[in-house]
């Protein structure tokens, strides 16, 4: 079956229909990482994102049990250049066809993907509609340019657990803030004998303090940072309290909670490879990440926080150190997955700071 | 960390003569490397013995020596231009061995010389299996159960224990030279015999079998402040058990998930940390296809054949950054030369999938054995780029230049199923083929991966082509092709040729079904970053997609065709050709456009020319870039065989070729009009002609007379190529060897065994300049590839003069304009021409450094119009250098168990050496000595004579005598020398019984061998045999008698006690 991808300014891509027939809109952002399709796809920052991925050739080791970020797929739209129809390899029990179809995922195959990948770079990242079927494409441009933007739709919420649970049963007692966790941020807190307390995004300081942690990590999330400023609020009150840890929206979070601001990237950072340079050890990390915001190194006050970390490509903020207090975060994923796994350390070095 | 400001000169050590395992990539690796420090204000020291190299030009390096890599030169080289620091890891595992022996014997330390880059710790820990594993079991890494042994008998016990099969590999080799997979006592102990030979440090590893495994490899790199980096994956499509220089490799991985890509790209960092490399180094794990249980097999800390495919997969410049590296940059100080803005230090993400296949040389040596194993085979590679995997794997196939253009011959079709069975569970060159007809066949896939250990991935990638071109073969016709099937078969990677031939449509019908639906493909650009940052490197290759980012720019360009893959009678020669090319037109003020595909070369360096399409090199792939750039012209004569072959299908395109014109070039290649031009010009050649049938060669033979030279008329370089002395043996040819007849003729000559000289001229089709005229050692009937080459030709001054004036007169008839190689024979006072290439030929390199001539420039200018007195050149011979340059052919029988390494008409060398002195003999030392020869001062000969050359190698014996060598001959030669007086041990032919004389050779107490061919080479005969265990026990053979004489005059010279000199390359010319 044929599908489309419209985008906003009025490019539309024909290709294949692969997973669900459903039409969406979304964000439209690319990631650069040539591994690990089905940790962006259940990977909640995605939420309300049409992801399209740049290495052409997608599904050939089909899905799996175990490779899951969230308990199922956020993203609103897939879309790749060639979609493997016979996965190898022996962890598989589905095609990526079929994974998208249960979870309600449209796809799009077929399309030159480079071509919307350097249009998207140039022109920035821009709402779209994945729609299959027999379509008028002039009318999936408006929809695309009708489709609510990125900021404003607080995500977060959305994407949030709605009950606590609880990872792992190790003596340290970690709070996560869960705006959208990735499921390996927890494994890693686990790993390194936490008992983790994952919490909705709304959860108050009273509550959060209740658990007695030594530590908060705030998650990675979708969206605006600017649309959680409850949580803002919250870790504006946590700071001086207890040890804190910022991943990706985390870090912006925490940013704006200091009295930083953020603003949104061109077309962002969403990749397996952005070089950041950690300048307390002066050492470069191959990190993972997945934002299109980004925190304003003018906004913040010098005698509270540091630039803990740059990106070695455009030198935007990587990271923070409070100068005084055991808070920091970073704008990268410290737990890979997918990507990977040399800045794994900073959990280490938060687990230090509980001690 | 800023450069060290007290490093002023560094040496660099390249890789010497391109043998199997160590190929271009070293010239790729060592000109990177040399512009990285020329960049940074510090003077580069070269020595490389291959002239052949663009590392060895003059603006590479500031002083370059061409002289054998061996301690005492690099000893002298580094006493003489006391170097600060020395380069070890950019020549390959040569430079890296010779870069040990120097700090291992002291020299660095007396000479106050530092190691660059990473240090000698991490190259032993990385080198010496025993460090190697204690380090991976210190950082908890696996690795297979091995054990090191010095004794065979250590070797079988350990087998025993694992349990067989187990792999060999010995310490300090090439391309795991003399390694293998062993299934029982026997086989583990021949191998452990000659690996224990071969290994510089008397080691062997003895280790439990991971074959069938996936076999994937990571870049990476590590500056001295420890920030880690991998560059790129590859994934073997043939599983663990072969070579990964003989595996068709795939980058990035394509079956591994995201979990074990990281699980493999952590362990690399924790290894490459461990070890301290400062640089690039390559790692190759064996992968559990169904767990996560992965070993270590192998680390290299050098750039290697690998790097070069990852840096061209990529558009990473890895030796570049090593290079820096070892100044003491880091990585984040290091520029992406690509983007020109982001940092070395990041990952390259790819938008594309890359295949490379090995080029092996089995169409040469048709009685090699083919299978594959740990011994790499291959002589070069090719690579290639899409958006899909079957139109990089089919580009690939075609860069290949081999008679199986697609994936789907006929020449299987005669095999049965167990037949098919077995072949594919043994590895072979031609596995992939095997298996693309299986499935044609209806082979199940399981099945086929269960035989061969391929992926299932993979087999339905061919699959998908195969069952593409089911369907086409039943169209019937143009009127059956739709656009959609055309565009369903490109997307699939087929070329109009392909298609044609499933279809029974002209090739040329189905390129204007496609102009008329414009189906075409589109270029791309590789970036390193997929896009996500716009790339200041033009570097494109071609896929059926819809968005195309290779705008031409509006000025002036000329597109020069590359040579493809490194094959034997193909070499870098023209790689060098072909980037002084491209330099010449770039010096002109015009954009120098290039197309090739092998992934080891310079001319493949993204910024090599001012655009690089990496494509094949057939008429359809490069239309495709002329479509787009519309160059003014196509330049087809430093590209070998290759690009001159497309010389006339382009012409008939439409497309304009520069220089010598295509009617001409086709007159010098054409047998028949060559002659008639001949006689006009009233120049002799060797009486023959063609002969369709049996008795119509043997009625030539006999006309013309005993011994003859037949060849099929077909096929060029010598391939089937055999002199003939006997009626018997000229019908044994005919009937057998080649099926002669109407469409096939043979070619009849008549063979002069004479004195065979060379020349290379620059034409502008009025003046002819001769650089030089060269005489081969080897009389007429060794290939000239083969021939030790000597510059200046020892010849009376008439006979030079007859040369001149034919090279003249044979240049202005063909109106040359460029460059032209003519292959003369000196027989009986008479001048012969053998042959004339209207094209750059193996010598240029060479000719050209020796004499300060740059040919290939002068011929490139000429094309575009200029004349030789413009360019500040006279006609005629030039003036002759002060010194004497002999270029001596390299081989790689060791690698190739079955080939025959008697020299005769067919080429079989792989590659050169220089040589340059003041004398001959001098000369003649260095040259053999960087060819690998160890050179007796005394002790004794093995000489075993066919009675044709007997009376011919008794002054050669008796010379060899008066120096006090020591003869041991088998009972002919032996009674021979005998009965004219010169004193020899006889020794057993090997029917009579141990010890014979293969015992012999293989007990050490012969120095070199002396045989001369002895018709019928059935691998039975005693000649066979003694050549073979020659080679496997690294005793020089000669099977030349002037080869032989040569010798005799160097160990003369040695004995004379006279000394070499140590020449640079800038004191040629004085």
């Known amino acids: ?355 | 960390m800023p450069l060290n400001p007290a490093l002023k000169k560094v040496m660099v050590i390249g890789s010497g003569p391109i043998i199997i395992g160590q190929a271009a990539e070293f010239d790729y690796a060592g000109t990177q490397a040399c512009r990285a420090l020329k960049e940074e204000g510090i003077e580069v020291v070269l020595i490389n013995s291959n002239p052949a190299t663009i590392m060895t030009d003059p603006e590479m390096a500031d002083k370059i020596y061409i002289e054998p890599l061996t301690l005492e030169f690099l000893t002298r080289v580094i006493a003489k231009e006391r170097p600060q620091g020395l380069l070890p890891t950019l020549g390959g595992q040569v430079g890296l061995n010779l870069a040990v022996q120097l700090a291992e014997t002291g020299v660095l330390a007396e000479y106050g010389v530092a190691l660059l880059g990473t240090p000698l710790e991490a190259i032993k820990k990385a080198e010496d299996r025993e460090l190697f594993k204690r380090m991976l079991g210190e950082i908890g890494e696996p690795v297979p159960e091995s054990i090191v042994v010095e004794t065979v008998e250590d070797a079988v016990s350990f087998a025993n224990k694992v349990g067989y099969p187990v792999v060999v590999r010995p310490a300090y080799t090439l391309g795991g030279t003399g390694g293998g997979l062993v299934s029982n006592e026997k086989e583990l102990r021949d191998t452990v015999t000659r690996g224990l030979t071969l290994s510089m440090i008397g080691q062997v590893l003895v280790e439990r079998s991971v074959a069938g495994w996936k076999e994937i490899e990571y870049e990476v790199m590590r500056d001295g402040a420890g920030n880690c980096i991998t560059i790129c994956n590859m994934e073997n499509i043939d599983p663990m058990g072969i070579h990964t220089g003989d595996s068709i490799v795939v980058a990035p991985s394509q079956t591994l998930s995201d979990f074990e890509f990281q699980l493999l790209r952590t362990a690399s960092l924790k290894i490459i940390r461990a070890l301290g490399v400062e640089g690039g180094c390559n790692i190759q794990f064996a992968l559990d296809p169904s767990s996560f249980n992965y070993y270590v097999i192998e680390v290299n800390p050098r750039v290697s054949r690998s790097s070069a495919l990852a840096s061209k997969a990529t558009g990473y410049p890895i030796a570049r950054v090593a290079a820096k590296i070892a100044l003491g940059y880091r990585l984040d100080e290091i520029k992406n030369a690509v983007t020109g803005k982001t940092s070395a230090c990041f990952e390259p993400a790819l938008d594309y999938c890359v295949v490379k296949i090995p080029r092996w040389p089995f169409d040469k040596f048709t009685e090699a054995d083919r299978s594959l194993g740990t011994q790499m085979k291959a002589t070069g590679e090719v690579m290639a780029i899409d958006r899909t995997f079957e139109g990089a794997l089919l580009k690939a196939v075609r860069s290949l230049e081999i008679a199986n253009a697609g994936l789907t011959g006929t020449e299987y079709q005669t095999l049965n199923e167990v037949q098919i069975k077995e072949r594919l569970r043994t590895p072979s060159d031609d596995r992939l083929f095997l298996a693309a007809h299986a499935l044609q066949r209806g082979f199940d896939v399981g099945v086929i991966a269960e035989l061969t250990g391929i992926d299932r991935f993979f087999l339905m990638k061919i699959k998908e082509i195969t069952d593409l071109a089911k369907v086409l073969s039943g169209v019937k016709g143009i009127a059956g092709l739709s656009p959609a099937l055309v565009r369903q078969a490109k997307l699939k990677g087929m070329s109009d040729n392909m298609i044609g031939r499933l279809t029974g449509i002209d090739p040329k019908e189905i390129r204007q079904f496609r102009t008329a639906f414009d189906i075409k493909p589109v270029y791309k650009t590789v970036d390193t970053c997929a896009a996500e940052f716009e790339a200041a490197t033009p570097y494109f290759y071609s896929t059926y997609d819809s968005e195309n980012e290779a705008i031409p720019t509006s000025k002036r360009k000329v597109l020069v065709l590359g040579s493809g893959p490194i094959r034997i009678g193909q070499g870098i020669e023209f790689d060098y050709c072909s980037v002084h090319s491209v330099r010449a037109l770039k010096e002109e003020g015009i954009e120098a456009l290039i197309i090739n595909n092998n992934p080891e070369t310079v001319s493949t360096d993204f910024d090599t020319a001012d655009r690089l399409y990496f494509e094949p090199l057939t008429l359809e792939d490069v239309l495709h870039v002329v479509e787009v750039e519309r160059p003014e012209g196509v330049i087809v004569q430093f590209g070998g065989q290759t690009a001159i072959n497309l010389a006339e299908p382009l012409a008939q395109a439409g497309v304009r070729i520069l220089g010598t014109a295509v009617e001409k070039i086709d007159e010098a290649e054409d047998r028949e009009r060559f002659e008639k031009l001949l006689s006009i010009l009233d120049i002799p050649k060797p009486p023959g002609r063609g002969a369709s049938s049996p008795d119509e060669a043997l009625a030539i033979a006999r006309e013309i007379g005993f011994p003859v030279l037949v060849r099929p008329s077909y096929v060029l370089g010598g391939r089937a190529m055999e002199i003939v002395y006997h009626e018997g043996d000229l019908l044994n040819y005919v009937e057998n060897a080649v099926a002669v007849s109407q469409h096939h003729p043979i070619l009849v000559d008549k063979y002069f065994q004479g004195k065979e000289i060379e020349v290379d001229a620059v034409c502008d089709g009025q003046d002819v300049l001769i650089p030089g005229i060269m005489e081969h050692i080897e009389r007429a009937g060794v290939h000239s590839g083969d021939s030790i080459a000597v510059y200046p030709a020892r010849l009376p001054e008439r006979v030079q003069d007859r040369i001149v004036e034919n090279t003249c007169k044979i240049a202005r008839a063909l109106q040359v304009k460029g460059i032209l190689n003519i292959q003369y024979v000196y027989y009986n006072d008479e001048v012969y021409v053998i042959e004339v290439n209207p094209r750059a030929s193996r010598t240029v390199p060479y000719l050209s450094k020796i004499t300060g001539i740059p040919m290939v420039r002068l011929a490139t200018k000429i094309m575009l119009g200029k004349t030789l007195r413009e360019l500040g050149y006279r006609g005629g011979l030039a003036q002759r250098s002060s010194f004497v340059a002999v270029k001596v052919p390299v081989f790689s029988f060791g690698k190739l168990t079955g080939v025959d390494t008697f020299l005769g008409p067919e080429m079989k060398s792989t590659g050169e050496v220089m040589g340059v002195d003041r004398s001959v003999p001098q000369a003649l030392y260095k040259g053999l000595l960087a060819a690998g020869y160890s050179i007796p001062r005394s002790g004794a000969v093995l000489v075993t004579i066919a009675d044709r050359d007997k009376d011919a190698a008794l002054p050669v014996v008796r010379g060899l005598a008066g120096l006090g060598l020591k003869f041991y001959a088998t009972r002919g030669t032996a009674h021979f020398l005998n009965n004219n007086g010169i004193e020899v041990a006889e020794v057993n032919k090997i029917a009579g019984g141990s010890p014979h004389v293969v015992d012999l050779i293989r007990s050490g107490r012969v120095n070199f061998v002396i045989n001369t061919y002895n018709e019928g080479r059935e691998p039975v005969r005693d000649g066979f045999q003694i050549r073979r265990a020659a080679v496997e026990h690294g005793v020089p053979c000669l099977t030349s008698l002037d080869t032989a004489q040569a010798l005799l005059d160097v160990i003369s010279f040695l004995q004379s006690g006279k000394e070499t000199s140590l020449v640079a390359l800038d004191e040629y010319g004085r």
């Not at chain 1, 229909?17 to 039409?23: E, L, M």
């Not at chain 1, 010098?302 to 005084?324: P, Q």
Request: hydrophobic content about 35%.
């Open chain 1, 1 to 355: 079956m044929r599908a489309y991808l419209a985008l906003e300014d009025g490019t539309v891509f024909q290709g294949e229909a692969f997973g669900s027939d459903v039409a969406q809109t979304g964000e439209v952002v690319f990631n650069t990482g040539m591994t690990g399709y089905q940790k962006i796809l259940t990977d909640p920052s995605y939420c309300g994102q049409i992801v399209v991925l740049t290495y052409p050739l997608i599904g050939n080791y089909g899905t799996n049990n175990d490779d899951f970020e969230s308990k199922k797929p956020w993203v609103r739209g897939f879309v790749v250049k060639e979609l493997c129809d016979y996965p190898s390899n022996w962890r598989s029990v589905m095609k990526l066809d079929e994974f998208c179809r249960k979870y309600g995922i449209p796809g799009l195959t077929g399309i030159d993907t480079r071509a919307l990948t350097r249009r998207l770079r140039n022109y920035g990242t821009m709402r779209g509609i994945i729609a299959a079927g027999e379509q008028d494409p002039a009318r999936l441009v408006q929809a695309a340019q009708s489709a609510p933007s990125i900021s404003g739709q607080d995500l977060a919420r959305a994407v949030s657990t709605r009950q606590v649970e609880v990872w792992g049963d190790g003596p340290t007692r970690v709070v996560v803030v869960d705006f959208g966790a990735k499921s390996n941020i927890l494994r890693s807190l686990v790993q390194r004998n936490c008992t983790v307390y994952l919490v909705p995004a709304w959860t108050t300081v009273e509550e959060i303090l209740s658990y007695q942690p030594g530590g908060v990590v705030l998650s990675n999330g979708p969206g605006d940072p600017k649309d959680v400023m409850y949580a803002v609020e919250t870790v504006r009150q946590l700071i001086g309290k207890v040890p804190i840890m910022g991943i990706c929206l985390g870090h912006q979070i925490l940013a704006l909670a200091l009295g930083g601001d953020t603003y949104k990237l061109k077309f962002g950072h969403r990749g397996s490879n952005h070089p950041v340079k950690d300048y307390e050890t002066g050492r470069v990390y191959i990190t993972s990440q997945n934002h299109g915001f980004a925190v304003d190194e003018r906004s913040l006050s010098e005698s509270e926080v540091v630039v803990s970390h740059r990106n070695l490509n455009d030198g935007t903020v990587e990271g923070l150190r409070h100068l005084k207090l055991p808070v920091f975060s970073v704008q990268f994923h410290p737990e890979g997955a997918p990507g990977p796994m040399d800045s794994a350390y900073l959990f280490d070095r938060f687990m230090n700071m509980l001690v």
